[in-house]
């Protein structure tokens, strides 16, 4: 079993920064694809980014490219979002997400297998 704890959610303004920060509980998420989804309220849960097994590879939603980043520290078993230039259509409950079968990127919310409890973020105009 795999436990996942996101944290650095909050509330700030438009065009501040946050870091998300996922904590997984085994050492074996170093071999893993990993990604981060957010859903906000009346709407589905959507894909943000996704990173592969070593880190090398990322991918990201159109919306958020260019200002957020994913990464990962093995070392630590974390990773990580920074997000950067936040707009209020960034709010939502961001969730973590590990695809225990995949090392390469997974975009599709079933392709994870374990998620995280969310955090909230929440960017005022």
């Known amino acids: 079993q795999v436990q996942l704890v996101e944290s650095g959610g909050g509330l700030v303004q438009a065009g501040d920064s946050l870091r998300l920060s996922c904590a997984a509980s085994?050492?074996?998420?170093?071999?893993?694809?990993m990604g981060w989804f957010r859903q906000a309220p009346g709407k589905e849960r959507e894909f943000v980014a996704a990173?592969?097994?070593?880190?090398?590879?990322?991918y990201y939603v159109d919306s958020v490219k260019g200002r957020f980043t994913i990464s990962r520290d093995s070392a630590k078993n974390t990773m990580y979002l920074q997000m950067n230039s936040l707009k209020p259509e960034d709010t939502a409950v961001y969730y973590c997400a590990l695809a225990w079968l995949r090392r390469t990127i997974a975009t599709m919310s079933n392709e994870y297998d374990y998620w995280g409890q969310g955090t909230q973020v929440t960017v005022s105009s």
């Open positions: 990173i592969n097994w070593s880190g090398r590879n990322t």
């Open positions: 085994r050492r074996t998420f170093s071999d893993r694809a």
